[in-house]
């Protein structure tokens, strides 16, 4: 599967990017103004199939009003859109997701969600430069179609964790059991989670900052030893 970068970015990924970079120098105003300069901010990517949770992830964690780029799904879409499973979705995310958590004292993400439809991986490219890793939710019910965004963070050596969201009736799996069926790279983390709640949320991102700042100094190490 290729993911080849376009030269037709949407225009909403470079207002996000302004975006990110107008909270790191604001000092008014806004809550990200009140923080320390000495505080860092990190850069956090919410990827998965279409209708996985994504949205639902960021806006339930999300300590500022989150943007959104939703759209009404349309009869014109049903031909490229697969709906199989999620048959009462009624809306899509044509660009981004935008949202902002504070983890502890210092220490801030920014969390960008992918769109979920195969027509706009193009934007994966520019969404993920710079970004210290990703949480790729999962629906064990719909498992394949989270294949792509792991394929799309290990080709790319991005650190990731895989977030299974437990929809209400659909079956529990363990952790074990969807890495082996996803075949993980040993040593990659799988948690369950509620997209709903803010606190399953926070343990997710949690999770992946500690995860991603391992392999990160783990390759530092590497590349001076």
Not at 30 to 38: E, I, K, R, V, Y
Not at 137 to 143: G, K, Q, V
Not at 145 to 168: K, L, Q
Request: aromatic letters at 8%; hydrophobic letters at 40%; a negative charge.
């Amino acid at each position: 599967m290729a993911y080849e970068r376009s030269e037709n970015t949407a225009t909403g990924t470079r207002d996000a990017t302004s975006r990110e970079a107008s909270f790191r120098d604001t000092s008014s105003g806004d809550p990200a103004g009140d923080l320390d300069s000495t505080a860092l901010a990190l850069k956090i990517l919410v990827a998965g199939g279409f209708g996985v949770g994504k949205t639902t992830l960021v806006g339930a964690v999300s300590e500022i009003r989150p943007l959104r780029t939703e759209e009404q799904l349309s009869r014109a879409g049903e031909s490229v859109d697969d709906t199989g499973g999620v048959d009462q979705k009624t809306t899509t995310t044509v660009a981004m997701d935008f949202g902002r958590i504070t983890i502890r004292a210092g220490l801030s993400l920014y969390l960008f969600g992918t769109p979920g439809q195969d027509r706009f991986w193009f934007l994966w490219d520019d969404l993920s430069q710079g970004a210290l890793g990703a949480v790729v939710l999962a629906d064990t019910r719909r498992l394949e179609d989270c294949f792509p965004a792991v394929d799309y963070f290990e080709h790319r050596a991005i650190p990731f964790v895989v977030a299974v969201n437990c929809f209400p009736g659909a079956r529990t799996y363990g952790a074990h059991d969807v890495s082996r069926a996803l075949d993980l790279d040993r040593g990659t983390p799988v948690v369950l989670c509620d997209a709903r709640d803010r606190d399953s949320g926070k343990e997710v991102l949690i999770r992946l900052v500690e995860y991603a700042g391992r392999m990160h100094t783990r390759r530092l190490l590497d590349t001076v030893g």
